[in-house]
């Protein structure tokens, strides 16, 4: 074998063959050791470009052609998208254009070298930077989620606390009871012993007479039967009843508390790490607040006017309007109840307590009314007011607006049956709360707050549960422009609140605190009134003008 074509050969210069030539001629394709250099450069015939043997090209490891063995790819063929080599080119390739395979060979390191500049002093320093954010994240994560752990447990003590300050109250109660009883039965036990004493003795008495035979004795006898006759009252104790309250999971829950839902925020990284677009930057589009829900059912009501609607379940719902029917449909619109008021007078509001039962105001007679087993009681009679709106709290307790006769004065009162337990009328510095006008639809929240869309100052107005001043909401800021008119008013599991704004064909949704959420929109929907929320978390709308309850999920 020829040892020039050995692979076990070393490399040796074309003209002398002495081994290893350190330099070589570009254009002519030959190795040349330094004592060729010259001879080489005399052929005039021909340009010659002489380079030391490592920069030459025959230091690449070219791609060997598929068709000419051992033959390296010298050349790229742009029609084929292949590389070729210089024998291809009048063969395979006769007509085609061609590219030196270098020049695609040293682009792509120069755009290996940006590449690897980039990788090294901005990608890779920013991707230590969000692994050390992520950390930080981790670390804030256990120490956030750590405090609501504690919140929980510390609201869970509480509760402990108070349920075990109710059950020593009521021990007391009982034991109170119990002692007062049990000295009722002392005392009379004590008479009675005292009266069988008598009574022996008397019995003694007797016989020694009769045993005596003595006559002036026996004519002095006077009998005390006629005093024995006379048994003392017998006291019957009657024992106290417990009745405790159908524990109620979800309601339970909701007096407890519950937990915001927060969405899990992306941040978009700046794209100018990459190099391509350093010189622009970027505006975030402003996200409108609001959300388009279809409809999940549209009832007809045969009002002309619809007022209030509220729900026995979620699959029927008690409405109110410009009539003095109240009347009870199922979600396919077809009417299962009528009932008329007690007084013929059309309801203000109405609502549906905790047992199902329906309550109702009327107005004109400053009354309300509750409606079991289909006969109407009255339950609360005002004097100098009159009653507005109504809801039922998760106490069992009612809340009702209402106004003065003199329509100067306007409160919200908490009762117990017929028992007034609370009135919320001033804030702190003795300003009124809620204006003097009509429909202020009222609500209780699951943290206690009582809320209140109060129309005539178009505004809601939210305090807690000792009636303190929380806030106001006025509508979204950003439609400081546009009036704003609060009717119905609801809550749902989250806390959130729901208010309709009637004129403007619109719902807002705001958290507990007051912040703005999003509207809600809806085709079918044109003068939202009263609201209320079933528990599968659909709102229910009763819509002014159109005469229908929309019945929509908007989560």
Same mark, same amino acid.
């Given at each position: 074998m020829d040892p020039r074509f050995s692979a076990q050969d070393v490399l040796r210069c074309d003209l002398c063959e002495t081994p290893v030539p350190p330099m070589y001629c570009d254009f002519c394709h030959v190795k040349l050791c330094k004592a060729c250099v010259g001879?080489?450069?005399?052929?005039? @015939? &021909?340009e010659h470009k002489i380079v030391p043997f490592k920069q030459s090209e025959s230091a690449y490891n070219y791609p060997k052609c598929a068709t000419h063995i051992n033959k390296p790819c010298e050349l790229h063929c742009k029609k084929c998208n292949i590389p070729v080599c210089s024998f291809c080119v009048s063969d395979k390739h006769n007509g085609h254009t061609f590219r030196n395979i270098l020049q695609d060979f040293n682009a792509k390191k120069e755009e290996m070298k940006k590449d690897l500049q980039e990788l090294k002093k901005y990608l890779l320093p920013k991707y230590e930077e969000i692994g050390s954010e992520i950390d930080v994240e981790k670390s804030n994560l256990d120490r956030e989620y750590g405090k609501l752990i504690t919140a929980v447990v510390k609201k869970g003590e509480d509760w402990h606390r108070e349920i075990n300050n109710i059950v020593k109250k009521l021990k007391s109660e009982i034991d109170e009871m119990k002692s007062r009883q049990l000295a009722l039965l002392l005392k009379q036990e004590n008479t009675i012993k005292h009266k069988c004493l008598e009574v022996r003795q008397s019995i003694l008495d007797l016989k020694k007479m009769l045993d005596l035979n003595d006559v002036s004795l026996t004519s002095g006898y006077k009998s005390h039967n006629e005093e024995f006759r006379k048994l003392p009252f017998t006291v019957k104790v009657s024992l106290p009843c417990f009745s405790p309250q159908v524990i109620k999971t979800e309601q339970l829950r909701q007096m407890f508390g519950s937990l915001s839902v927060l969405p899990i925020s992306s941040k978009e990284h700046d794209d100018t790490l990459k190099m391509i677009k350093s010189s622009q930057s970027s505006v975030c589009p402003e996200v409108k607040p609001e959300l388009t829900i279809q409809t999940k059912a549209l009832i007809p009501t045969d009002f002309l006017n619809l007022y209030s609607v509220s729900c026995l379940s979620d699959e029927e719902i008690w409405t109110c309007g410009d009539d003095k029917i109240m009347k009870l449909y199922n979600l396919q619109g077809k009417l299962l109840k009528s009932i008329q008021?007690? %007084?013929?007078?059309?309801?203000?509001?109405?609502?549906?307590?905790? @047992?199902?039962?329906?309550?109702?105001?009327?107005?004109?007679? &400053?009354?309300?009314?509750? *409606?079991?087993?289909?006969?109407?009681?009255?339950?609360?009679?005002?004097? $100098?007011?009159?009653? =507005?709106?109504? =809801?039922?709290?998760?106490?069992?307790?009612?809340? #009702?607006?209402?106004?003065?006769?003199? &329509?100067?004065?306007? &409160?919200?009162?908490?009762?117990?049956? %017929?028992?007034?337990?609370? %009135?919320? !009328?001033?804030?702190?510095?003795? !300003?009124?709360?809620?204006? =003097? $006008?009509?429909?202020?639809? *009222?609500?209780?929240?699951?943290?206690?707050?009582?809320?209140?869309?109060?129309? $005539?100052? %178009?505004?809601?107005?939210? #305090?807690? !549960?000792a009636g303190k001043l929380r806030f106001r909401y006025t509508s979204y800021p950003k439609c400081s422009g546009t009036s704003f008119y609060p009717l119905g008013i609801t809550t749902d599991s989250q806390n959130q609140i729901l208010i309709s704004d009637c004129l403007n064909h619109q719902i807002h949704l705001i958290d507990q605190d007051g912040q703005f959420l999003r509207f809600i929109f809806n085709e079918d929907l044109y003068n939202p009134y009263g609201l209320c929320v079933d528990t599968k978390e659909n709102i229910l709308v009763a819509d002014w003008k159109g005469k229908s309850v929309l019945k929509m999920k908007y989560k």
């Amino acid at each position: 074998m020829d040892p020039r074509f050995s692979a076990q050969d070393v490399l040796r210069c074309d003209l002398c063959e002495t081994p290893v030539p350190p330099m070589y001629c570009d254009f002519c394709h030959v190795k040349l050791c330094k004592a060729c250099v010259g001879e080489h450069l005399f052929d005039l @015939s &021909k340009e010659h470009k002489i380079v030391p043997f490592k920069q030459s090209e025959s230091a690449y490891n070219y791609p060997k052609c598929a068709t000419h063995i051992n033959k390296p790819c010298e050349l790229h063929c742009k029609k084929c998208n292949i590389p070729v080599c210089s024998f291809c080119v009048s063969d395979k390739h006769n007509g085609h254009t061609f590219r030196n395979i270098l020049q695609d060979f040293n682009a792509k390191k120069e755009e290996m070298k940006k590449d690897l500049q980039e990788l090294k002093k901005y990608l890779l320093p920013k991707y230590e930077e969000i692994g050390s954010e992520i950390d930080v994240e981790k670390s804030n994560l256990d120490r956030e989620y750590g405090k609501l752990i504690t919140a929980v447990v510390k609201k869970g003590e509480d509760w402990h606390r108070e349920i075990n300050n109710i059950v020593k109250k009521l021990k007391s109660e009982i034991d109170e009871m119990k002692s007062r009883q049990l000295a009722l039965l002392l005392k009379q036990e004590n008479t009675i012993k005292h009266k069988c004493l008598e009574v022996r003795q008397s019995i003694l008495d007797l016989k020694k007479m009769l045993d005596l035979n003595d006559v002036s004795l026996t004519s002095g006898y006077k009998s005390h039967n006629e005093e024995f006759r006379k048994l003392p009252f017998t006291v019957k104790v009657s024992l106290p009843c417990f009745s405790p309250q159908v524990i109620k999971t979800e309601q339970l829950r909701q007096m407890f508390g519950s937990l915001s839902v927060l969405p899990i925020s992306s941040k978009e990284h700046d794209d100018t790490l990459k190099m391509i677009k350093s010189s622009q930057s970027s505006v975030c589009p402003e996200v409108k607040p609001e959300l388009t829900i279809q409809t999940k059912a549209l009832i007809p009501t045969d009002f002309l006017n619809l007022y209030s609607v509220s729900c026995l379940s979620d699959e029927e719902i008690w409405t109110c309007g410009d009539d003095k029917i109240m009347k009870l449909y199922n979600l396919q619109g077809k009417l299962l109840k009528s009932i008329q008021t007690k %007084s013929g007078n059309i309801p203000g509001d109405i609502a549906v307590t905790r @047992s199902g039962d329906l309550v109702y105001t009327d107005p004109k007679t &400053k009354t309300v009314n509750i *409606v079991k087993n289909g006969e109407i009681r009255e339950v609360i009679r005002l004097r $100098g007011w009159d009653s =507005c709106n109504i =809801c039922s709290t998760y106490s069992g307790d009612l809340l #009702v607006t209402m106004n003065s006769d003199d &329509k100067e004065h306007s &409160k919200v009162v908490r009762y117990f049956g %017929s028992i007034e337990k609370q %009135s919320i !009328q001033f804030a702190d510095i003795g !300003q009124p709360l809620y204006s =003097c $006008g009509p429909n202020k639809y *009222v609500s209780e929240n699951g943290n206690l707050d009582i809320c209140v869309a109060d129309y $005539g100052a %178009s505004a809601v107005v939210v #305090v807690n !549960q000792a009636g303190k001043l929380r806030f106001r909401y006025t509508s979204y800021p950003k439609c400081s422009g546009t009036s704003f008119y609060p009717l119905g008013i609801t809550t749902d599991s989250q806390n959130q609140i729901l208010i309709s704004d009637c004129l403007n064909h619109q719902i807002h949704l705001i958290d507990q605190d007051g912040q703005f959420l999003r509207f809600i929109f809806n085709e079918d929907l044109y003068n939202p009134y009263g609201l209320c929320v079933d528990t599968k978390e659909n709102i229910l709308v009763a819509d002014w003008k159109g005469k229908s309850v929309l019945k929509m999920k908007y989560k």
